[in-house]
């Protein structure tokens, strides 16, 4: 083989391992693979916040109701309040109307049912535990017998066996039908605001001439 030739075979020997160490030294190309492909490399997509310490990660399950229970649960309505507050023509029918002092042809409170007593005059007597800014009203004859309730009273509105209030009363043509607060009702109520001259001066709505539930 002539000099020239062993040159040649030399120079392309070198070339080839040249390739095959730059080949060894490139650094390996990672491709991402799809989803399925085995031994793909991918980076975490998911960026969420850590849960708070003291706290579940687990999602917790939102009951919601149904219409049937959703009817259960439905509140009573309540009655609108009027505009104003008006007499009834029932201050016409109170028996020995001079015992009571009137302080206000109309007044409107609001307040919790706490007793309800039958009368022998044909009255109920309906004691409202007051909401706080109509605690001004009462009197200290309030307290005791009347447990410092207000003292509401619809009139003639049962069997009257008391003597000196038969007459009145038979001549009432639509006393209150009811039906009337019963004892744990929160209401709002209006009537003439009195006091009881016969029994210490202790406050009233008498007669009752309108309520409804709050």
Not at 158 to 164: F, G, H, I, K, L
């Amino acid at each position: 083989m002539s000099p020239s030739s062993r040159l040649v075979l030399a120079s392309i020997g070198l070339a080839v391992v040249l390739i095959v160490i730059a080949t060894s030294l490139r650094p390996p190309t990672t491709t991402p693979a799809g989803p399925g492909v085995a031994g793909a490399t991918s980076t975490p997509t998911d960026t969420a916040t850590p849960p708070t310490p003291g706290y579940s990660a687990t999602p917790v399950a939102t009951k919601t109701a149904s219409p049937t229970a959703a009817a259960a649960k439905a509140v009573k309505s309540t009655s609108p309040k009027p505009v104003a507050c008006k007499p009834t023509d029932q201050d016409r029918f109170v028996y020995n109307p001079d015992r009571l002092s009137v302080q206000a042809a109309c007044l409107h409170v609001t307040g919790t049912v706490e007793a309800v007593r039958k009368e022998a005059d044909g009255d109920l007597h309906i004691l409202l535990a007051l909401d706080p800014p109509y605690a001004h009203l009462l009197t200290p004859a309030n307290q005791g017998e009347e447990l410092g309730d207000l003292v509401v009273e619809p009139v003639c509105v049962r069997s009257v066996t008391q003597a000196d209030a038969e007459g009145t009363c038979a001549a009432d043509p639509d006393p209150l039908t009811g039906p009337f607060p019963v004892i744990g009702e929160r209401i709002w109520i209006e009537g003439r605001y009195v006091f009881d001259l016969d029994h210490g001066g202790w406050a009233e709505l008498h007669p009752l001439y309108r309520w409804g539930d709050r």
